[in-house]
């Protein structure tokens, strides 16, 4: 089963263009499916729809919350549906089974007084100036346009010369979308490229590459790393005074959907930005807003108490 996963990881990839992270869930997935059955000494190939719902009663017994249900049983389904599609089998056990509801939980955001917080940070927590502009671009990009953390990082230096006030970004899938840029990122920005050529400059001179990214690192990525940026965030965080166990990277980009809700933007627009494909992701900001109105009136209205 481990080979026929990898011929559909590969597919995945060459034929749908699916995220390199996204891969990596599936094979987590399908081989703990896999693993499942062979302790119970069953074969994928004659694995039929009752082995399926008993391995999604095992996940459920656990206790893995919905999500992570329904995403093993979407792992499987993709897999089946092409195993059949293939001709490795004559059926898809998988095409008719329901997967638990997900449920409709609201994302965790911050206010606009925390991201305030974490930003004036940014700007005093690295004792070295090169450092601090890095971190400023970091957080001004993030909080300006939305962007997935592994977007950020990993972005080609090309893309941000020139004092861009849109950046084109590379997202899941491939997609690109276009995304402008405030004038408090585009002065960051400049800032962090002019120190970046610098040090990059004075890295050739000792016969090092030259890197092609805007936030370079030696790592093996050449640049910096999602769990590198998770850590250096905490840190903003405890720095500002705002509980780190309130802040990740993926919280600043809700915040920037729920801000920009909260003034007016409509939500085509903040999809578009984001890069959901689909709107209906993009919607449950606006379940967001109601929810922080919802808590304003009954703080601050005069008869909240009657």
């Known amino acids: 089963m481990l080979r026929r996963i990898q011929s559909f990881l590969d597919a995945q990839a060459a034929e749908l263009d699916a995220a390199h992270n996204t891969r990596l869930a599936y094979a987590r997935d399908l081989k703990d499916f896999a693993a499942w059955l062979e302790r119970g000494k069953r074969d994928w190939h004659n694995a039929g729809r009752g082995d399926i ?46 997967g638990p509801g997900r449920g409709r939980k609201l994302p965790a955001t911050l206010s606009e007084a925390e991201v305030d917080k974490l930003l004036a940070a940014a700007r005093t927590l690295a004792p070295r100036a090169d450092d601090r502009l890095r971190d400023i ?20 230096v090309a893309a941000a ?30 800032d962090w490229i002019t120190c970046r050529d610098r040090l990059q400059s004075a890295a050739q001179q000792q016969g090092k ?13 050449g640049h910096l790393t999602r769990i590198w940026f998770y850590g250096r965030i905490k840190s903003m965080a405890l720095k500002g005074g705002v509980p780190p166990a309130r802040v990740t990277p993926h919280k600043l980009r809700h915040a920037f959907a729920t801000h920009l809700l909260a003034h007016g933007a409509d939500l085509r627009s903040i999809q578009t930005l984001l890069g959901h494909a689909d709107i209906s992701t993009t919607e449950i900001y606006t379940h967001v807003l109601e929810e922080r109105l919802k808590e304003l009136v009954l703080e601050h209205h005069p008869l909240a108490g009657g």
Request: a positive charge.
């Open 53 to 98: 719902e008993a391995y999604l009663i095992h996940c459920d017994a656990q206790g893995l919350a919905p999500a992570t249900r329904a995403r093993r049983l979407s792992a499987i389904r993709q897999f089946y549906r092409f195993a059949f599609q293939e001709g490795w089998r004559t059926d898809d056990p998988a095409i008719r089974i329901k």
């Open 137 to 156: 671009c970091l957080i001004e990009l993030l909080y300006a346009t939305g962007m997935r953390v592994s977007e950020l990082v990993s972005l080609p």
């Open 161 to 190: 010369r020139g004092d861009p006030r849109m950046l084109l970004i590379r997202g899941k899938g491939g997609k690109e979308r276009m995304v402008p840029l405030s004038p408090p990122a585009r002065r960051a920005l400049a």
């Open 209 to 221: 590459q030259v890197s092609a990214f805007l936030f370079p690192s030696r790592g093996k990525a």
